[in-house]
């Protein structure tokens, strides 16, 4: 069963960063500690509506963490992130 629940895991965060908008966000992430929606639909050139549902995606994945201030939503990448996301962040 564990075995399942690994492969599961792995899936999900494959799927999440088999994007290249998604890649970008990550990237830009580990660049700087943390970023509101609205810096990284900048940073990425996308709408506020099209980053808002690539985020969450990478947070379902548990690849980011959120936080809401206010009315702004921020987000950082996940501690610990999955394995998989750590080997391709270092190719980034």
Do not use: D
Request: glycine share 2%.
């Amino acid at each position: 069963m564990l075995y399942y629940k690994h492969m599961n895991e792995l899936e999900r965060a494959l799927k999440a960063i088999a994007n290249r908008r998604r890649l970008a966000l990550i990237k830009y992430l580990n660049s700087r500690r943390e970023a509101s929606v609205g810096e990284l639909a900048e940073a990425i050139k996308l709408s506020l509506k099209a980053t808002s549902k690539h985020l969450v995606i990478l947070h379902s994945a548990s690849i980011v963490e959120r936080e809401q201030r206010s009315l702004l939503m921020y987000y950082r990448l996940a501690e610990p992130l999955p394995r998989p996301v750590k080997f391709i962040l270092s190719y980034l």
